[in-house]
C-alpha cells in the first residue's frame, strides 16, 4: 500500500468566510484548498464537523493551525470576537483535538500571517521581524529571535491600536486616534467618502488608483495616512529593532510604487541609529493561498 502524505490542515476563519487547505508538511506544498461561507456554522462544531468530511483518504492529517479573529494561543480559545457567529469564549482548540485527534494550534490571524511569512515568505532569513497586516483593521505579528511574540495573555502585539493621534478618528476599538483609524482599508475608504462628501461603493484599492491618477481628495488621504503610518513604524524600530517589517494587505500590496512612499515615510522618521538597516517590503505568499499557509505555519 502507498504511503500516505502527511498534510498540515490550514484553517483562517472571517467574518465572511473560513478558508481551509492541506499543505504537505515535506515539500510545503498545498495540496488541496477550499472555502465555505459562515453563515453556515452557527457553532463551532458544526465547522469542525464539516472539515472532518473534508480530508481526503489519501493523506494523514498530523496537525492543524487555525488563525481567527481574537485567536488566543495559550488558551487554544476564540475570545470574544465581534464579526463572528460564536459569541463569548469559544474553546476552538479542545473542539478539533476531540474531532481530530491530532495537535492543534490557535492563534490570531496576524499572528498566523506572521508565521505564514516566516516560514514560507520574504522573513524566512530574519528570526526579528515584524508582520502588518492592512486589511479591514490593522494586526500585526512580531517575531523575535525566531519566535513569536505573545505576551503574558497571548494577546501580544496590536500596533494597530498604538493610539497615534490624539482624540483622532474613532476607531473599532472603542477609542479614539488608533493607527487602524488611519491605516486600515477601511479607514482609507471612510476617509475619502467623507471628504469627498460622496456616496458610492469603492475599495481602498480604488482610492489608491484615484491617488495615482491625480484625484486631490486621494492624494490627501493617502499621503496623510502613509505620513502616520510611516511614523508608526519608526518609533516602534526603537523597541524592536528589527531587520524586516513585512506588509500584507489588499492596498500595501498594490505595488512598488505604494511601498517606496511609505518606505519615504518610514526612513525619514527613523531615529538616525537605524536608518538603511530595515527592509519594508511587501509579502510575497501567493495572494490565493496567503490565509491557509499562514495558518498551517502555525503547526510546523
Not at 62 to 82: D, H, K, L, Q, W
Not at 114 to 136: D, I, K, Q, S, W
Not at 248 to 269: D, L, P, R, V, Y
Not at 272 to 283: A, F, P, Q, W
Request: with cysteine.
Amino acid at each position: 500500500m502507498e504511503k500516505r502524505k502527511q498534510v498540515i490542515l490550514g484553517i483562517d476563519i472571517g467574518g465572511t468566510n473560513v478558508a481551509f487547505g492541506f499543505i504537505c508538511k515535506e515539500s510545503r506544498a498545498v495540496e488541496w484548498k477550499d472555502s465555505e461561507a459562515m453563515i453556515q456554522f452557527s457553532e463551532a462544531w458544526m465547522l469542525a464537523d464539516r472539515l472532518f468530511q473534508k480530508v481526503p483518504p489519501q493523506f494523514e492529517l498530523v496537525g492543524i493551525g487555525i488563525g481567527a479573529p481574537n485567536g488566543n494561543y495559550y488558551t487554544g480559545s476564540i475570545e470574544f470576537a465581534p464579526n463572528l457567529p460564536w459569541k463569548g469564549v469559544v474553546p476552538l482548540k479542545r473542539i478539533f483535538e476531540e474531532k481530530f485527534g491530532v495537535p492543534t494550534v490557535v492563534s490570531n490571524d496576524a499572528n498566523a500571517a506572521a508565521c505564514g511569512e516566516y516560514v514560507f515568505g520574504n522573513a524566512r532569513n530574519h528570526p526579528n521581524f515584524l508582520m502588518m497586516t492592512l486589511g479591514t483593521g490593522v494586526g500585526s505579528g512580531l517575531f523575535v529571535d525566531g519566535k513569536l511574540v505573545l505576551g503574558s495573555d497571548g494577546m501580544a502585539g496590536e500596533l494597530g491600536h498604538f493610539m497615534v493621534v490624539p482624540n483622532g478618528r474613532p476607531c473599532g476599538c472603542g477609542r479614539n486616534g488608533c493607527l487602524e483609524a488611519y491605516a486600515s482599508s477601511t479607514a482609507l475608504i471612510k476617509q475619502y467618502l467623507e471628504k469627498s462628501k460622496m456616496q458610492e461603493t469603492i475599495s481602498a484599492r480604488d482610492v489608491v488608483e484615484r491617488w495615482k491618477s491625480g484625484d486631490p481628495i486621494a492624494t490627501e488621504v493617502m499621503q496623510h495616512s502613509i505620513e502616520i503610518l510611516g511614523m508608526s513604524l519608526a518609533n516602534f524600530v526603537t523597541i524592536h529593532s528589527p531587520s524586516m517589517i513585512v506588509l500584507f494587505g489588499g492596498w500595501a500590496q498594490s505595488g512598488e510604487w505604494i511601498i517606496e512612499k511609505i518606505n519615504h515615510a518610514f526612513e525619514k522618521n527613523l531615529l538616525e541609529i537605524y536608518r538603511g538597516k530595515v527592509m519594508l517590503v511587501s509579502s510575497r505568499l501567493p495572494g490565493s493561498d496567503s490565509a491557509v499557509l499562514g495558518a498551517s505555519a502555525l503547526s510546523f
